[in-house]
């Protein structure tokens, strides 16, 4: 095994064992040398891969909404489809791990600085998301009677909604089957009423 491959092992045994520990712990419970003990790691290898254990947990979210859904925001085709097939895709993406989901959820409201990061990532989807929508509306497609502003603000808030849900080990509802029944039931609700069935 060469070095480059025994960094990456590193790395993901301290994630590994971040995550596990947030699981049993809480995000805020848990100290990076308890990290570390758990992975068999010097607390100072932390610090080569991550400047705190929140820019771990922001690492583990890494993609934004804005990079996996503009992706399909940017095809040819209706705006409500692609805004749908878009979500999807970012549960798909999204780590399907409860645990993971637990613990940036804690870390969101457990520390500033992760709070800090989600709330600018949110706000930056919603700004990207209500031009879009507003075209949609000018086209038929929208319902014009909607604010675009407040159809953005929604989007992000039921996916946050149920990653929350989700989380909370309620029932054995995988993520995806959750995300597909909110977003079905969000896009009818924001259809121009000429369009509904």
Same mark, same amino acid.
């Given at each position: 095994? !060469?070095?480059?491959?025994?960094?990456?092992? =590193?790395?993901?045994?301290?994630? %590994?064992?971040?995550?596990?520990?947030?699981?049993?712990?809480?995000? @805020?419970?848990?100290?990076?040398?308890?990290?570390?003990?758990?992975? %068999?790691?010097?607390?100072? =290898?932390?610090? !080569?891969?991550?400047?705190?254990?929140?820019?771990?947990?922001? %690492?583990?979210?890494?993609?934004?909404?804005?990079?996996?859904?503009?992706?399909?925001?940017?095809?040819?085709?209706?705006?409500?489809?692609?805004?749908?097939?878009?979500?999807? *895709?970012?549960?798909?993406?999204?780590?399907?791990?409860?645990?993971?989901?637990?613990?940036?959820?804690?870390?969101?409201?457990?520390?500033?600085?992760?709070?800090? @990061?989600?709330?600018?990532?949110?706000?930056?989807?919603? *700004?990207?998301?209500?031009?879009?929508?507003?075209?949609?509306?000018? !086209?038929?497609?929208? *319902?014009? %009677?909607?604010?675009?502003?407040?159809?953005?603000? =929604?989007?992000?808030?039921?996916?946050?909604?149920?990653?929350?849900?989700?989380?909370? *080990?309620?029932?054995?509802?995988?993520?995806?089957?959750?995300?597909?029944?909110?977003?079905?039931?969000?896009?009818?609700?924001?259809?121009?009423?000429?369009?509904?069935?």
């Amino acid at each position: 095994m !060469n070095r480059a491959d025994k960094k990456l092992l =590193t790395r993901q045994r301290i994630m %590994e064992s971040a995550v596990e520990l947030f699981e049993e712990r809480g995000f @805020v419970s848990t100290s990076v040398q308890q990290i570390t003990d758990r992975a %068999e790691v010097a607390k100072g =290898t932390f610090f !080569n891969y991550f400047a705190s254990k929140e820019d771990m947990i922001l %690492e583990l979210e890494s993609d934004t909404m804005i990079q996996v859904i503009g992706k399909r925001l940017g095809s040819e085709g209706p705006f409500l489809a692609q805004l749908f097939e878009g979500m999807l *895709d970012y549960a798909r993406k999204y780590p399907m791990y409860k645990s993971t989901t637990r613990a940036v959820l804690q870390g969101m409201f457990g520390s500033a600085k992760i709070g800090d @990061v989600q709330r600018k990532r949110s706000t930056q989807f919603i *700004d990207y998301l209500v031009p879009l929508i507003k075209r949609a509306q000018e !086209n038929g497609e929208v *319902d014009k %009677e909607l604010s675009a502003e407040q159809i953005a603000r =929604t989007a992000v808030e039921a996916h946050y909604g149920v990653l929350m849900i989700w989380s909370l *080990d309620l029932d054995d509802t995988p993520l995806l089957e959750r995300m597909n029944s909110v977003y079905t039931t969000f896009i009818e609700g924001i259809r121009c009423r000429e369009q509904r069935p």
